[in-house]
């Protein structure tokens, strides 16, 4: 098994910058890929990025590129996402993801074996 804790989510404002981070453990050896999605107030749960837990490749999904960064400290078990000029529209319940085996980045929910609790991240406008 695998645990995932978030931390770092909070209220802010519009164009301000927030970063929350995804402590993993446990059984992490095997873990492949690690992934954010949101879910904002009566929406769809989302695929915000997603990491390769080794090499260099990385997704980000459209409405976030260019604002948003993931990024990743293997020694630390941590996976971290850098939220630049956030939105309104940002405001949501961030989770980290972890997935075992598979080597593609997924964007679907059903990829993905382990799931932390969630941290929510608030901006005004």
């Not at 164009?15 to 995804?22: F, I, T």
């Not at 997935?99 to 005004?124: A, E, N, P």
Request: glycine share 12%; proline share 1%.
């Amino acid at each position: 098994q695998v645990q995932l804790v978030e931390s770092g989510g909070g209220w802010v404002q519009a164009g301000d910058a927030l970063r929350v981070s995804c402590a993993a453990s446990g059984r992490t050896a095997g873990i492949t890929v690690m992934a954010w999605f949101r879910q904002a107030p009566g929406k769809e749960r989302e695929f915000v990025a997603g990491v390769r837990w080794s090499g260099i490749a990385k997704l980000h999904a459209d409405s976030v590129k260019g604002r948003f960064t993931i990024s990743r400290d293997n020694a630390k078990n941590t996976l971290y996402l850098q939220m630049d000029s956030l939105q309104a529209e940002d405001t949501a319940v961030y989770y980290c993801v972890a997935d075992q085996g598979r080597l593609m980045i997924g964007t679907v929910q059903w990829q993905y074996d382990f799931w932390g609790q969630g941290t929510q991240v608030t901006v005004s406008s």
